[in-house]
């Protein structure tokens, strides 16, 4: 070790001027389906990601979930030229590879190939867009290998605080069920499966993504010829809004034995093309959005209470949430939940410091940057936004508005949206071990 | 099988040209630089050549805990700074530690390049190692514990649970999140000796990847790193064991389990040393088990619907080129309750046995390297991943330029060499675990 009286004190070197990002190179069109479809040239590496979003919601809670959920897993598994299979062989080929994920919001296929094979995974998905079989023995297997895994899924604590959480809040909008119970998978069958693909995967109020070493403009002509002929008919589908949040006990599920207790916030938030999002959006990571919050600054690097406390922003296309989460072992449940109240309380009532709020502009700025660096980055955002209607003249413009936000700013959208009075919380936990602690913060109800 | 007029051949698999720039300092310290001016980010990555398997007796989840220290202060830093510049620099940080080696790594906007050499070169010249936050971060380090093994089903399984029924010495089988035991028992003195071990400059490199002018970061790494002082490097001991003769079995009870789960691993010839070797196992990995046209998906999962999922892949940590030997390629499998471990166990016997006995089909050669080279370049197109690779790869092999050859030389391995690596793949040489739902009775 070095003496470390001969150390001089060294000073943290300041930042250079920032480069700016350079402008994308990006072309868009709408085709005469309704089809939205988006390229961007980003070159780095001779790949192209796709994806593919297309609104799915349903009318009620949870009414077609186990249907989508089986028509995600079956969407690939034959087409009227393929098998399974083959059709898994034919993006091989080419480098390629799709993948289908639902939830209560849209429905997404996802993909990459090397760039020479762009041409023709735009066939194959436009192979089963339009003429995707659901072969009932592929169905009776992938619905059943889905519900073990929803079983499997189910015995997370993750999964489960999400679950109950996710009923607390929406109650009967279609949010309030993400997963479908095994049981209810097991029962759908084929043809409720063809029935909901004519039905929602439709190309009005869809929209397609291409990032990738490509020429923008060739590809919209390139996705005009591969997908011009999918369902020109039917009419784009709409999700009904999302209830308010309504303050309550908390509600706290049993997982008896469990050596951690997962709590869960849910608190109002803002939307992404609302006026004050920049603002709102400051204030949460003050409060626990990064590492360098009041929450993970108290709860980890203080107290050891947890390892991955966060805040994060969820946002739907029929409204936003936030969401504080925590993984505390069980005998600090209460003094844990004590202290995300109280940050929460302090946020919401006492402006943050000034040198709070440049930390906090600085990373929102400069994570988004990073976040759309890569091609699957840039993807997965662009995707993102579209599901709000926003695209990339949001992003561009973005840095500008959060260079503005002033504090009076970021401490109005905190009083208006994280205080603690009007949060939903929801604890899974070993509740005859927690209940008692819990009760001495608030009412507590036992699900 | 029917092909459309309009699927043509192949298509062929394209190269990468990174950069690799290289230099190393009076001290030892290794560096590795790949500019890239398409967007104004940059990685910064020091690699450190020590890991779990290096872990003291008495010990176990010593490596990862230290690696939770080096972000606790340093020299001219307090707690808690670390975080703070790297963030309130737009960018973001993380750590980790791997069977062979242990990273630190930013991801910013290319303005604060000086900013992110100062933070590494000031904890490589002295972290805080106070008794205060080797309490905190050990109450930080159970809590990931809990949540990522103790509190979870199929927690551990099968990276931390296989290795004790293959291997036979304290550095390979042990437990590297550790024991409570250990991890409460560690000492600040115990934290000084490692880091003035392991943390040499001479033992690390260093990579930086993105928007940077080559002339321009060289010299401010010379400034920032040039006066850590140089120590002795340790010389890293083998950790060869033989090959195993005949098979191990054990069970694991998991009593939060829903399904019951199999793994199974065999040893692969070394990475590093022999790596014209090692790369058709890559492959072998990919023929077995990658997409719904692969060996044991199409057999198990679509066919005889015995298993919900299989995966096989290279190393324990999943790191086909950032481990050293000895490694394994691993099969898994979730299967239903209804269906015998056995049952899954002689279906995967039988395919390896056809793939090892009928060869290859035509065409599933080339398909299983396109996929391969398109998973590579994917892993290479974000700025971090690329840094990191060509980082371990310098430090392992000193050769980062593999980074932009790996994809050619994995389309290079012969239908014949896959075979004889299946061929390799018999019971008598392998570890299996099962995992049993539910508490032992």
Partial sequence: ?447 | MSAPTSAGAPVTIPATGFPVERFTLPNGLRVVLTPDRSAPVIAVGVVYDVGIRSEPQGRTGFAHLFEHLMFQGSENLEKLAHFRYVQASGGVFNGSTHLDYTDYYETLPSNALERALFLEADRMRRPELTSENLANQIAVVKEEIRVNVKNRPYGGFPWLLLPPVMFDTFANAHDGYGSFADLESATVEDAQSFFSTYYAPGNAVLAVGGDLDVAGATALIERHFGDVAARPVPVRPSFAEPDLTSERRAVHHDAMAPLPAVAMAWRVPDPVENLTAYLPYVVLAEVLTDGDASRLQERLVLNDAIATSVSGYLGFMGDPFDVRDPTALLLQAHFPPTVQSDTVITAIDQEIERLAGSGLAPGELSRVQARLAAHFLREADAVLGRTLTIAVLEQQRGRAELINDLPHLLAEVTAEQVVAAAQTLRPARRAVLELVPGSAQ
């Avoid at chain 1, 840095?399 to 959208?413: F, G, H, Q, W």
């Fill in chain 1, 1 to 447: 070790m070095s003496p470390q009286h001969a150390a001089p004190r060294r000073t943290v070197p300041a930042l250079e001027e920032p480069r700016a990002l350079p402008e994308p190179e990006v072309a868009e069109r709408t085709l005469a389906t309704g089809l939205r479809v988006v390229a961007v040239r980003r070159g780095t590496v001779p790949l192209v990601e796709l994806r593919l979003r297309i609104p799915f919601a349903g009318e009620a809670a949870g009414e077609d979930v186990p249907v989508s959920a089986v028509l995600a897993n079956t969407l690939l598994s034959g087409t009227d030229s393929h098998s399974n299979v083959e059709l898994a062989a034919e993006l091989q080929k080419i480098g390629g590879g799709l993948s289908v994920g639902a939830d209560p919001d849209r429905l997404v296929v996802s993909g990459n190939t090397l760039s020479d094979g762009l041409g023709r995974l735009l066939e194959l998905l436009n192979e089963v867009l339009t003429s995707a079989t659901y072969p009932e023995r592929e169905v009776g297997t992938e619905r059943e290998r889905l519900a073990d895994r929803i079983q499997i899924a189910f015995s997370q604590p993750a999964q489960l605080v999400r679950r109950a959480l996710l009923r607390r809040i929406y109650g009967s909008h279609p949010y309030a069920v993400e997963t479908p119970e095994p049981s209810e998978v097991r029962a759908v069958e084929s043809p409720a499966v063809r029935a909901l693909h004519a039905e929602r995967v439709l190309p009005a109020g869809s929209v397609l993504v291409l990032v990738g070493n490509v020429d923008p403009a060739a590809t919209l002509d390139l996705v005009e010829n591969a997908l011009g002929g999918w369902a020109p008919t039917g009419s784009a589908h709409r999700t009904p809004a999302v209830p308010p949040l309504t303050a309550g006990p908390l509600l706290l599920v049993d997982r008896p034995g469990s050596v951690q207790s997962s709590l869960r916030v849910a608190l109002p938030a803002l939307p992404r093309a609302h006026p004050d999002y920049a603002a709102f959006q400051l204030a949460n990571l003050v409060f626990g959005g990064y590492f360098s919050s009041r929450l993970v600054e108290n709860i980890r690097e203080d107290k050891g209470y947890t390892y991955s406390p966060h805040s994060s922003v969820d946002h739907s296309a029929a409204g936003s949430v936030t969401l504080v989460s925590a993984d505390v072992a069980t005998e600090v449940t209460a003094p844990a939940l004590l202290e995300i109240e109280y940050e929460l309380g302090r946020i919401a009532t006492l402006p943050p410091t000034a040198e709070e709020l440049e930390q906090a502009r600085q990373y929102a700025i400069g994570t988004l940057a990073l976040s759309v660096s890569s091609q699957a980055g840039l993807a997965g955002m662009l995707t993102a936004l579209a599901g709000t209607g926003l695209d990339l003249g949001w992003l561009a413009e973005h840095p500008i508005r959060l260079a503005k936000v002033t504090l009076e700013e970021v401490a109005a959208a905190a009083a208006g949206h994280l205080a603690p009075s009007g949060g939903v919380t929801v604890v899974l936990g070993d509740a005859d071990v927690v209940a008692g602690p819990l009760g001495a913060l608030g009412p507590v109800e036992r699900s």
